[in-house]
């Protein structure tokens, strides 16, 4: 399948410090790729859809000027965790959207990344 | 709205069992798409299968295979002679045509006991 990476794949900073989180698509070129956060043995919450050259979408109770995304290019999105806090810790996944036809619309996605806040 | 449940929070297994897993959709779509995704402890989502909803056929891949039935909206997973190595958590999926959402069910821990 297609690959999507995740840099880092771990982080710790300190309470008040800002995290960014690259996602890219080394194998194919992503128009839409996603932010997910999972706490603990719970599923997969969508934060945000980021569409190549506008600007994300959030989800409901997302707060758009913590997390911060860019997707800069057909193959790379970034999310910014700003001025981070103990509660944003958390194991935060991103994928990419492959749609080369109808039949392959599948989602990819990244190895996550742990962050844990100080 | 669009639904998606995995009632089974946790099964635990002995090797060589077969263990099926369950998920159950709700959507008044008529075009959507099923997935079903594993989660090793390493943490990556692996994608296992796509299913849309206008081909019914059950479908195997090797020791993993898929029941996809409309009349009841499940799409349920079934793992023959599992191994230790099927341990993780499994994710059911569902995303309407048209929508880039996905609707993640909760998830089933599988535990696979030597």
């Known amino acids: 399948g297609a690959v999507v990476s995740q840099h880092p794949s771990w982080v710790i900073c300190k309470s008040g410090t800002s995290v960014k989180i690259e996602c890219r698509s080394l194998?194919?070129?992503?128009?839409?790729m996603f932010w997910y956060r999972q706490f603990p043995k719970q599923s997969l919450m969508l934060m945000a859809t980021?569409?190549?050259?506008?600007?994300?979408?959030?989800e409901q109770g997302v707060e758009k000027d913590k997390f911060l995304i860019n997707h800069a290019s057909l193959t790379l999105s970034t999310l910014t965790v700003t001025s981070a806090h103990p509660e944003d810790s958390s194991f935060y996944i991103c994928?990419?959207?492959?749609?080369?036809?109808?039949?392959?619309?599948?989602?990819?996605f990244g190895p996550g990344t742990r962050l844990t806040v100080l | 709205a669009q639904k998606v449940t995995q009632a089974q929070t946790e099964i635990s297994v002995v090797e060589k069992e077969d263990v099926t897993l369950d998920c159950v959709y709700e959507?008044?779509?008529?075009?959507?798409?099923l997935f079903w995704y594993k989660q090793p402890p390493s943490g990556e989502l692996v994608f296992l299968i796509r299913?849309?909803?206008?081909?019914?056929q059950n479908e195997i891949s090797g020791r993993y295979s898929w029941n996809f039935q409309k009349s009841t909206s499940s799409f349920n997973f079934t793992i023959t002679a599992s191994q230790v190595v099927d341990s993780a958590v499994y994710f059911c999926?569902?995303?309407?045509?048209?929508?880039?959402?996905?609707?993640f069910g909760s998830g089933t821990k599988l535990n696979v006991k030597p």
């Open positions: 994928s990419a959207r492959v749609m080369a036809t109808s039949s392959t619309d599948t989602q990819y």
């Open positions: 194998d194919f070129q992503a128009t839409t």
């Open positions: 980021s569409n190549e050259g506008s600007k994300a979408t959030y």
């Open positions: 959507t008044r779509d008529t075009t959507y798409y």
């Open positions: 299913r849309n909803s206008f081909d019914e």
């Open positions: 999926a569902l995303r309407v045509y048209n929508f880039n959402k996905f609707y």
